[in-house]
């Protein structure tokens, strides 16, 4: 399985996509955390959103960033060219769902913490 980029990371250790991260890491999948604050998670590098860093073999775009913010990011997430986005509770988003639906990206309301915990990531 390829890289799932976390979208909204953040150092602050009670967030859920810190806690996204560390379940992901339990179960050896690769993540990279991605967003606008500057730290670690994990000991990895939060890679600055607004370098749009290059990132191949995506697998999955997990967001915990809310709609209004993802705005401006659509074309940059798309290009990275997801097979999946994970749209976690209240980054829910028709406006990116259906470009990326339509660019063959599977799009899922979701959780990424119930799904890794009952073994359906």
């Known amino acids: ?27 050896d999948f690769d993540f990279i955390p991605m967003g606008i604050q500057e730290g670690e998670v994990l000991g990895r590098e939060i890679l600055n959103i607004y370098d749009q860093p290059k990132i191949e073999e ?20 798309i290009s990275l060219h997801p097979k999946r986005i994970i749209f976690n509770p209240g980054t829910e988003n028709q406006e990116l769902k259906k470009l990326a639906e339509k660019e063959g990206i599977e799009c899922l309301e979701a959780c990424t913490l119930v799904m890794l915990s009952i073994g359906v990531y």
């Open 1 to 27: 399985m390829g890289k799932t980029v976390i979208v909204g990371s953040t150092p602050k250790p009670y967030k859920y996509a810190q806690q996204a991260a560390q379940m992901l890491d339990e179960r």
């Open 58 to 77: 995506v697998d999955t775009l997990t967001l915990y960033i809310n709609p209004q913010r993802q705005k401006e990011w659509y074309d940059y997430l």
